[in-house]
């Protein structure tokens, strides 16, 4: 074993060590986004029954559940983190708010897409008090929370412009990824493209293992700066491959 595979390896215990305190696979839950019903899901082992959105999924789930979404473009709905525009992940909305432990699963990067939006009134990079992020990771979510197998992209932030300091700064961060605690998710096998933000337009606090993460934006004192080096893709992130 070579000293580059060790840091993929012990995140892989890590992972692994995490999913079993929390008592992984607990209950699984499916989303079937051309078939499924929010209304009439229920939990079942074989996916029969499935959510149409993962929003619905996540908000049924509990403390350690596993959600699998099938393929398709999620690219429709928008939760505040902490569900109002002074909570934890300011003004800015977001397609997918995780706030437990759980396991997310996509078919795979090139099949199951979870799609952001710029704001059309916004600024040149799309940013504004109108974007919607991909996924917020706020609650008892933390770094035993797994996001495995999807495309993150198209998310924007709000530009911070219109708002106080501290509101402003958890609007307009992250516009793929985006964690309000310290430990961050674990972000796994996804690609993160297209993402735009005042501040780590990919990602903000994760561990990411086996990511392709390109063309994201970071809006930095009224200059675009394409994956500058200082926290435009990611920021508060580690990486591993």
């Not at 959510?51 to 505040?80: L, R």
Request: glycine letters at 14%.
């Amino acid at each position: 074993m070579t000293n580059d595979m060790l840091p993929v390896r012990k995140l892989l215990s890590t992972v692994c060590a995490g999913l079993a305190l929390t008592g992984f696979p607990a209950t699984t839950w499916f989303v079937d986004l051309a078939n499924g019903n929010d209304a009439a899901a229920m939990v079942d082992t074989t996916g029969t029954t499935a959510f149409k959105t993962i929003q619905a999924a996540v908000d049924n789930a509990a403390e350690g559940d596993t959600v699998m979404v099938g393929p398709g473009v999620y690219d429709t709905g928008a939760t505040y983190i902490g569900g109002a525009p002074t909570g934890q992940g300011g003004i800015t909305r977001c397609r997918v708010v995780i706030d437990k432990t759980l396991t997310l699963v996509g078919a795979g990067r090139d099949k199951t897409f979870i799609v952001g939006a710029s704001d059309p009134d916004g600024n040149a990079d799309g940013c504004g008090d109108n974007a919607i992020r991909c996924i917020g990771i706020a609650g008892t979510a933390g770094a035993d929370t797994v996001i495995q197998g999807f495309t993150i992209c198209d998310g924007r932030t709000s530009d911070g412009a219109n708002i106080g300091t501290e509101v402003a700064n958890r609007s307009r961060i992250g516009g793929g990824v985006f964690s309000w605690n310290d430990d961050g998710c674990t972000v796994v096998d996804c690609t993160l493209r297209n993402c735009g933000a005042v501040l780590a337009g990919a990602a903000y606090r994760a561990v990411l293992a086996r990511c392709k993460i390109f063309d994201n934006l970071t809006y930095v004192q009224n200059t675009t700066c394409t994956n500058w080096p200082m926290g435009s893709a990611t920021r508060y992130c580690k990486h591993y491959w």
